[in-house]
């Protein structure tokens, strides 16, 4: 299991990755790491720290099963558009390192 406070506390602030149409917020004070489901792990428990995004509190409802028609037909590319931004940001902001 992959957990890191670095890298879950790096969303504090940030803008959200999820972007959900017609839910986001777009406030960066109610950002937060969101945990994706993976191999890892699935719904019920997280997932590593490195599957997931930074959501504003709104984007995260709708990831831990609030529901939404345009998430639930593109949630796939929502939830890989968001782990890639994420990891840039991430990267840029000097937390992991390739």
């Not at 959900?20 to 917020?25: K, S």
């Not at 406030?27 to 997931?52: L, M, N, Q, W």
């Not at 959501?55 to 968001?82: I, M, P, T």
Request: aromatic content about 10%; proline content about 2%; charged content about 30%.
């Amino acid at each position: 299991m992959i957990r890191s406070k670095k890298i879950t506390n790096a969303a504090r602030d940030q803008d959200c990755t999820l972007n959900i149409l017609g839910v986001c917020n777009f406030d960066p004070a109610t950002v937060v790491f969101c945990h994706f489901p993976d191999e890892s792990h699935g719904y019920s428990r997280k997932s590593d720290d490195i599957s997931g995004g930074f959501g504003c509190a709104k984007c995260h409802a709708v990831v831990d099963g609030l529901k939404c028609e345009e998430f639930q037909v593109r949630k796939d590319w929502y939830l890989r558009r968001s782990q890639t931004r994420t990891l840039r940001k991430l990267f840029e902001m000097g937390v992991i390192k390739a």
